[in-house]
C-alpha cells in the first residue's frame, strides 16, 4: 500500500550516460513534484506537474526533462550527466483541487540516490 | 526571495530532556508553514501544517507553534525513536516549498 513510490532506489552510473528515474502515487493526488536533495540535506524543488502540465519549473538545466504520462506518474529523465548530479532525488505528490494556493500537504516518496562516477 | 533558517542545525538531549527546534522564515504572502520528519534513507514524512500566526498542533511529544517570523516545534520528554532530521518549509503562492536546512536531533537513552 505504498503511498509515493520510485525506482530505482540507487543508481550509480558513469558521466555522459543517459538515465531515468520513476514515480508513481496511488494516493489519487493531481499534483507532482521532483526535488533534489544535496549533500547538505538541502530539499530543493525541481519541477512540479498538475494533471500533466508542467507548472513550476526551477532553474535546472535542460539536460533534466521530467514527463508526466498520467496523473499518478511523472518520470524524470537526465541527459549527458554531469559530476554535480550526484543527489539524492525525491517524488513528492499532492492535491491542488480548483484553488491552486490550497495548502495542501506534499508526500514523498523513499529518494533515489544517484551517484554520477 | 523566499527564505528559511532552521537553528541550531544539531541538537544532542538526554531521553527526557525537551527543547525547541527553530525554524525562522521570510516570505510574502504565507500559505502554509509545513513541519516534516525525515529519517535517514527515507523521505521526509509530514508532521504538521500551520497557517497562521497563533496557531499551534500537536502530536504525541512534538508540538508546533507559528508566529508572524518563526515556527517552533517543542520536543517534550524525547524518547530515542524521535530521533531524526525536523525540516520546515514554508509555502507563498502556488505549490512550491521552500526548505530550511533541518535540524539533525539525537535522544540518547
Known amino acids: 500500500d505504498t503511498a509515493v513510490s520510485q525506482t530505482p532506489k540507487y543508481l550509480v552510473t558513469q558521466m555522459g550516460n543517459d538515465k531515468s528515474i520513476k514515480c508513481e502515487q496511488n494516493?489519487?493526488?493531481?499534483?507532482m513534484y521532483w526535488y533534489k536533495q544535496d549533500s547538505k540535506k538541502f530539499l530543493k524543488i525541481m519541477f512540479s506537474y498538475n494533471n500533466k502540465e508542467l507548472i513550476i519549473n526551477e532553474t535546472v538545466p535542460n539536460r533534466f526533462s521530467p514527463k508526466s504520462p498520467d496523473k499518478a506518474h511523472l518520470n524524470l529523465h537526465i541527459n549527458s550527466l554531469e559530476l554535480g548530479d550526484s543527489a539524492v532525488y525525491f517524488c513528492?505528490?499532492?492535491?491542488?483541487?480548483?484553488?491552486?494556493?490550497?495548502?495542501?500537504?506534499?508526500?514523498f516518496g523513499p529518494g533515489t540516490r544517484l551517484t554520477v562516477l | 526571495e523566499d527564505q528559511v533558517t532552521q537553528s541550531p542545525e544539531a541538537l544532542r538531549l538526554q531521553e527526557g530532556e525537551s527543547s525547541s527546534l527553530n525554524c525562522s522564515y521570510t516570505v510574502s504572502g504565507l500559505r502554509g508553514l509545513f513541519w516534516y520528519r525525515q529519517d535517514p534513507g527515507k523521505g521526509p514524512e509530514f508532521l504538521f501544517t500551520?497557517?497562521?500566526a497563533g496557531e499551534e498542533k500537536e502530536k504525541e511529544r512534538l508540538k508546533a507553534t507559528l508566529t508572524k517570523k518563526e515556527s517552533f516545534l517543542h520536543i517534550t520528554a524525547p524518547k530515542p525513536e524521535d530521533s531524526a532530521t525536523y525540516l520546515c518549509a514554508v509555502k507563498a503562492a502556488g505549490n512550491k516549498l521552500t526548505f530550511g536546512g533541518g535540524t539533525r536531533v539525537l535522544v540518547k537513552p
Open positions: 513528492a505528490s499532492s492535491h491542488r483541487g480548483a484553488n491552486p494556493s490550497s495548502y495542501n500537504e506534499q508526500f
Open positions: 500551520l497557517y497562521s
Open positions: 494516493l489519487g493526488h493531481d499534483t
